[in-house]
T-cell receptor, first 115, second 112 residues
Framework: AQTVTQSQPEMSVQEAETVTLSCTYD???????LFWYKQPPSRQMILVIR??????QNATENRFSVNFQKAAKSFSLKISDSQLGDAAMYFC????????????FGKGTHLIIQP | NAGVTQTPKFRVLKTGQSMTLLCAQD?????MYWYRQDPGMGLRLIHY???????AKGEVPDGYNVSRLKKQNFLLGLESAAPSQTSVYFC???????????FGDGTRLSIL
């Protein structure tokens, strides 16, 4: 079974600064997908960014980018120019490329934005 | 466009009672999922469905049953609620297995 580990229960960053959230995963598969989801206090699960394992290029969505290191099984999220609205729980998630079963989530990182 | 709608949003049950959580999606998605989220944990998969009339077990299926009689609806049932099932339940759907999942707003369920 796959596992996803987020080693930082909580991170704090000053507004407008850059922060990186860590995620490692364990799998024997070669085809898979990785995701970062944001969960604000409203409890919604919001997709931030997605990475296909077969793509070497790191995904980017506006201020959000990832550093995908396939050999190291690492998938970190970088948030540039942090904003107060970025404050939330962030979850890293894994999905097998070969099957229909759901996502495997890490335990999350609570991101605090200091004004 | 409502997306994924969960009913109810909040419920309190007594131990031993039964109830059904309803998930409805209007995106014509084939795949639907039920997760639970406990404090300090990420979401864990309970059951999922790859199409109308199909269901399969996820990571934590014990104590739950599901049905997918219509493509747009995925029901999660608790036959005899236990305090350990106190959690926030999320439904999600996706167009195919390699597409991102769209989540509902969650149902907070407390069992006394």
């Amino acid at each position: 079974a796959q596992t996803v580990t987020q080693s930082q229960p909580e991170m704090s960053v000053q507004e407008a600064e850059t922060v990186t959230l860590s995620c490692t995963y364990d799998t024997s598969e070669s085809d898979y997908y990785l995701f970062w989801y944001k969960q604000p206090p409203s409890r919604q699960m919001i997709l931030v960014i997605r990475q296909e394992a077969y793509k070497q290029q790191n995904a980017t969505e506006n201020r959000f980018s990832v550093n995908f290191q396939k050999a190291a099984k690492s998938f970190s999220l970088k948030i540039s120019d942090s904003q107060l609205g970025d404050a939330a729980m962030y979850f890293c998630a894994y999905r097998s490329g070969g099957g229909a079963d759901g996502l495997t989530f890490g335990k999350g990182t609570h991101l605090i934005i200091q004004p | 466009n409502a997306g994924v709608t969960q009913t109810p949003k909040f419920r309190v049950l007594k131990t031993g009672q039964s109830m059904t959580l309803l998930c409805a999606q209007d995106m014509n998605h084939e795949y639907m999922y039920w997760y639970r989220q406990d404090p300090g944990m990420g979401l864990r998969l309970i059951h999922y469905s790859v199409g109308e009339g199909t269901t399969a077990k996820g990571e934590v299926p014990d104590g739950y049953n599901v049905s997918r009689l219509k493509k747009q609806n995925f029901l999660l049932g608790l036959e005899s609620a236990a305090p350990s099932q106190t959690s926030v339940y999320f439904c999600a759907s996706s167009d195919s297995f390699n597409q991102p999942q769209h989540f509902g707003d969650g149902t907070r369920l407390s069992i006394l």
